[in-house]
C-alpha cells in the first residue's frame, strides 16, 4: 500500500502565503515525479506544478513566478510555496506522486493524496 499524505491548506488573505506540504509512505520502490493539482467548485483538477526525479520544474501559467515546487527526494516530501495568492487561487489542492511499488512489478503508478483545501479571501 501507498499513501500520500498532505498537510498544510486553510484561509488566507489575498496576498498572503501558504506551503503545502506531501509525503509519501508504503512499500516504495521509486518515487518519480511528484506534483500538486487542484480543483475550484464546478471546474476541472488542473495542474499546478511537477517536479520528477531529476530535470526541470513544471508550472501552470496562472502560477508562475508566485508559486515554487521543491522536493526531497531521501523522504518522498514535495513541498508547494505559494506566495502572493489571489482569490482564484481558491481550490482543493491534491498532492500527485508516479510510484513504482514492491506489488506492481516495474509498472509505475499515479497515485493521489486525499486533497487540502486552500482558501484565499479577506
Known amino acids: 500500500q501507498v499513501r500520500l499524505g498532505e498537510s498544510g491548506g486553510g484561509l488566507v488573505q489575498p496576498g498572503g502565503s501558504l506551503t503545502l506540504s506531501c509525503t509519501a509512505s508504503?512499500?516504495?520502490?521509486?518515487?518519480?515525479?511528484m506534483g500538486w493539482y487542484r480543483q475550484a467548485p464546478g471546474k476541472q483538477r488542473e495542474l499546478v506544478a511537477s517536479?520528477?526525479?531529476?530535470?526541470?520544474?513544471n508550472y501552470a501559467d496562472s502560477v508562475k513566478g508566485r508559486f515554487f515546487v521543491s522536493r526531497d527526494s531521501a523522504s518522498a516530501t514535495v513541498e508547494l510555496q505559494m506566495n502572493s495568492l489571489k482569490p482564484e487561487d481558491t481550490a482543493v489542492y491534491y498532492c500527485?506522486?508516479?510510484?513504482?511499488?514492491?506489488?506492481?512489478?516495474?509498472?509505475?503508478?499515479?497515485?493521489w493524496g486525499q486533497g487540502t483545501q486552500v482558501t484565499v479571501s479577506s
Open positions: 508504503g512499500e516504495i520502490i521509486r518515487v518519480y515525479t
Open positions: 500527485s506522486a508516479d510510484i513504482e511499488t514492491y506489488i506492481s512489478g516495474s509498472a509505475v503508478d499515479r497515485y
Open positions: 517536479i520528477p526525479s531529476g530535470g526541470s520544474t
